[in-house]
Every structure is written in C-alpha cells, then in structure tokens.
C-alpha cells in the first residue's frame, strides 16, 4: 500500500512540472541570442548541474542502502535455517 502511495505521489510530482510549462507566446517565437536576453531572464546553469548530479548522488546512494539491507536480511535468514539445520559455522 504504502508503494502504491509512493508510486502514485511520484509520478504526480513529474507530471505536474510538464504541466506548468506555457506554450511560447508570440513576443517569444524564433531564435534569440543569449547576449540580447536582460540579466533576469538568463539561467546560470550551475545551480542546475549541481542539483542534478546531488540528486543522482542521493538516489544511488539509497539504492545501495536498500540493496545493503536486502543482503544482510539474507544473511540473517541464512544463519538462521544452518542453526536450525544443525550445520557447524564455517
């Protein structure tokens, strides 16, 4: 259940940014120079790579850490059923 909500709340929040974006108006068609562009409306592009790569940081670094727990609950259980089976420990 609690994947499902997870699932859903995600997809909304990538939706929603395709849904903010306007269709040019008329003032904004064709090709303009970035040196013809006033100071505000200019992105630096810093701030976007950075977050974009803290954030793939971020998701591999829980990746792992779900991987990591997956294998140590294997463990556990594997311990777990040589006790039980009466296997000496290696």
Do not use: C, D, H, N
Request: charged share 15%; aromatic share 12%.
């Amino acid at each position: 259940m609690a994947r499902m909500l997870l699932t859903a709340l995600l997809s909304f929040a990538l939706t929603s940014g395709a849904r903010a974006v306007q269709p040019p108006t008329p003032a904004q068609e064709g090709f303009i120079p970035l040196s013809e562009l006033p100071p505000g409306e200019q992105l630096p592009a810093a701030p976007f790579l950075v977050g974009s790569y803290a954030f793939f940081l971020v998701l591999m670094m829980f990746y792992l850490w779900t991987i990591w727990r997956r294998i140590s609950k294997v463990e556990t259980e594997m311990k777990a059923l040589e006790r039980r089976a009466g296997v000496p420990p290696r």
